[in-house]
C-alpha cells in the first residue's frame, strides 16, 4: 500500500513550475507535501523565493488525479517510491542540493555496499573495452555495487560484465517505468533485478526519454556514488555532464586517458588538463583509491616485493611529511602550511609525483602514496 504523503507528493511535483529545489523547499516550510497541497496559495507566496508563477498549479485537481493513476501503475509493476523529504533516498544522493524529490524504483539497492559509477561514450572502443574488462577482473571479489545508465556502449559493458562477476549492478534510467530506452537494453535490465540490482528513475509514468531528461539522469548517477570512472567520451559527450555534476558534489573523479587524437579519449584528456579528474595509471592504484582493492583481502605474497625506499631531498621531504599528515590537502593548503608561494611548490609536487611518492586528485589536491 502506499501512503497519502507519497500521492500528495506526485500531485506537488507534477505541478509545471515546481521543480525539486522548490518541491524541497516547499515541505520543508509546511512539513508535508499534503500540508502545502492544502495551504492557500496566499500563505505559499510568503515563502522566501516562492512566487506567485511557481505555486499556481498547485491544487489543480488533475494532478491528484494523475497521482492516483501513478501509484497504481507503481503497484502494479512492483515500483517503489522513495521520498527526498522523508530522508528515503540514498545518502549520498541525498546529500545533493539537486537531488529528485521523487526516487521511483524496482529491485534491491543495498546501502550497506559501496556504489561506483562508471560512465562512457555509446561508441565504445575497444581500448575502452579492455580497461572495463581489466577493472571487473580486478576487483571481482569485492564487494561493492557499479552503478551506470543502462545506455548502449560502456554503459552496457558495465552492467554485462557485472552480471558475469556477480557484482549487484543499478541502472539509472531517462524515463518512466512505463517504457523502456535502449529497448534493446530490456532483457539486460530484467537480468540486473534478478541478480540482486536494481533500476532507478526520478521521471513518472508520463516521461518518455526526452534529450533534456539524459542529462537529468547522470547528475544521479553522479550524486549517487562517492566516485565516478569517466572510460571514454568524446569533447561534449553525455559523460562530460556526469563528471560535471560530481565536481559539483565534491566527488572523486577519474578518468582514462588516451591518445590525443582519439576522439573518444579527448574529452577524457581535457577533463584531466582541468584538474576536474585525476588520471588512471594503473588498475591496482584506483581500485585501491576507490577501497575496492584486491589486497584488502588477499593472503600474505609468497614472494613479496621489497619495496624501495625513497631518498627526497630535505625540500621534498618537508611537503611530502605535510601531505602524509594531512591527507587530499589542497595545493593552497599546503602552500601555507609550507610557508611558500604556490608556484614555488608546483614543480617539487611533480618531482614527488614521479618518484610515485605522491598523487594529485581532482580539485588540486595531494595524496601520499
Given at each position: ?13 507534477r505541478c509545471s513550475s515546481i521543480g525539486d529545489i522548490n518541491f524541497f523547499k516547499l515541505v520543508r516550510a509546511f512539513g508535508s507535501a499534503r500540508k502545502v497541497w492544502e495551504t492557500p496559495k496566499k500563505e505559499l507566496a510568503e515563502i522566501d523565493g516562492i512566487g506567485r508563477k511557481t505555486i499556481s498549479d498547485v491544487g489543480n485537481s488533475e494532478h491528484l488525479d494523475f ?303
Amino acid at each position: 500500500m502506499y501512503s497519502d504523503e507519497q500521492l500528495y507528493a506526485i500531485a506537488l511535483r507534477r505541478c509545471s513550475s515546481i521543480g525539486d529545489i522548490n518541491f524541497f523547499k516547499l515541505v520543508r516550510a509546511f512539513g508535508s507535501a499534503r500540508k502545502v497541497w492544502e495551504t492557500p496559495k496566499k500563505e505559499l507566496a510568503e515563502i522566501d523565493g516562492i512566487g506567485r508563477k511557481t505555486i499556481s498549479d498547485v491544487g489543480n485537481s488533475e494532478h491528484l488525479d494523475f497521482a492516483e493513476k501513478e501509484l497504481k501503475f507503481c503497484e502494479k509493476n512492483a515500483v517503489k517510491i522513495r521520498l527526498r523529504h522523508l530522508n528515503e533516498l540514498p545518502f549520498l544522493l541525498h546529500e545533493c542540493e539537486d537531488a529528485p524529490a521523487i526516487l521511483y524504483q524496482k529491485g534491491n539497492f543495498n546501502e550497506e555496499l559501496k556504489p561506483v559509477s562508471l560512465v562512457g561514450t555509446r561508441n565504445m572502443t575497444s581500448y575502452g573495452k579492455k580497461f572495463v574488462e581489466d577493472f571487473f577482473e580486478q576487483s571481482k571479489n569485492q564487494k561493492y555495487i557499479s552503478v551506470s545508465g543502462l545506455a548502449l556502449g560502456v554503459d552496457k559493458e558495465v552492467h554485462e560484465l557485472s552480471l558475469k562477476n556477480n557484482i549487484a549492478t543499478v541502472g539509472v534510467l531517462a524515463h518512466g517505468f512505463h517504457t523502456f530506452y535502449p529497448s534493446k537494453n530490456r532483457l539486460l535490465a530484467e537480468k540486473m533485478l534478478e541478480n540482486g540490482g536494481a533500476l532507478l528513475s526520478e521521471f513518472n509514468s508520463s516521461q518518455k526519454p526526452d534529450r533534456e531528461n539524459f542529462i537529468q539522469r547522470n547528475r544521479i548517477v553522479a550524486g549517487i556514488s562517492p566516485a565516478t570512472i569517466v572510460v571514454e567520451t568524446a569533447f561534449g559527450g553525455g559523460s562530460i555532464s556526469t563528471a560535471t555534476f560530481a565536481n559539483t558534489y565534491n566527488r572523486d573523479v577519474y578518468a582514462l586517458p588516451g591518445k590525443i587524437t582519439d576522439k573518444y579519449s579527448q574529452g577524457c584528456n581535457h577533463l584531466i588538463f582541468q584538474n576536474k579528474a585525476t588520471a588512471i595509471s594503473n588498475l591496482t592504484d584506483l581500485c585501491d583509491l576507490l577501497n575496492i582493492g584486491e589486497h584488502q583481502n588477499a593472503m600474505q605474497e609468497l614472494f613479496p616485493v621489497k619495496k624501495t625506499v625513497m631518498k627526497l631531498t630535505a625540500e621534498q621531504q618537508g611537503i611530502y611529511d605535510e601531505i602524509l599528515a594531512n591527507a587530499n590537502i589542497t595545493l593552497d593548503d599546503l602552500a601555507a602550511k609550507i610557508g611558500a608561494a604556490s608556484h614555488k611548490i608546483l614543480p617539487l609536487l611533480l618531482e614527488l609525483e614521479l618518484l610515485g611518492a605522491v598523487k594529485s586528485l581532482s580539485g588540486r589536491q595531494f595524496l601520499a602514496v
